[in-house]
């Protein structure tokens, strides 16, 4: 079992950054690809970036690429979303998601774990 807890979120001006935190325990870290997912009022979520578990391979979202970096630190057992020049159709809860695979996914259904969730707004 693996316990996610995401952090940093909050109300930001347009063209503002924000950094989202998520912590892993349970299991292994370095055994776990990882993803951030979002869900916006009356939208269905949505993948945002993610990586392979060995960090390796990203992907990012179209419609974040350049704006947003993912990371992690294996050391700390922690996933980061640095999101920059944030824009008012970015706000919405944003997860944290893990999955006992090798690979990258990009679809929520191939995630074994999800956090709770933090809420990102971006004022116009």
């Known amino acids: 079992q693996v316990q996610l807890v995401e952090s940093g979120g909050g109300l930001v001006q347009a063209g503002g950054s924000l950094k989202l935190s998520c912590a892993a325990s349970g299991r292994a870290f370095s055994r776990l690809a990882m993803g951030w997912f979002r869900q916006a009022p009356g939208k269905e979520r949505e993948f945002v970036a993610g990586?392979?578990?060995?960090?390796?391979?990203?992907r990012y979202a179209d419609s974040v690429k350049g704006r947003f970096i993912i990371s992690r630190d294996n050391a700390k057992n922690t996933v980061l979303l640095q999101m920059s020049s944030l824009k008012p159709e970015d706000t919405a809860v944003y997860y944290c998601a893990a999955r006992n695979g090798l690979l990258v996914a990009t679809t929520g259904r191939d995630y074994d774990y999800w956090g709770q969730g933090t809420q990102v707004t971006v004022s116009s």
């Open positions: 990586f392979s578990r060995s960090g390796e391979t990203t």
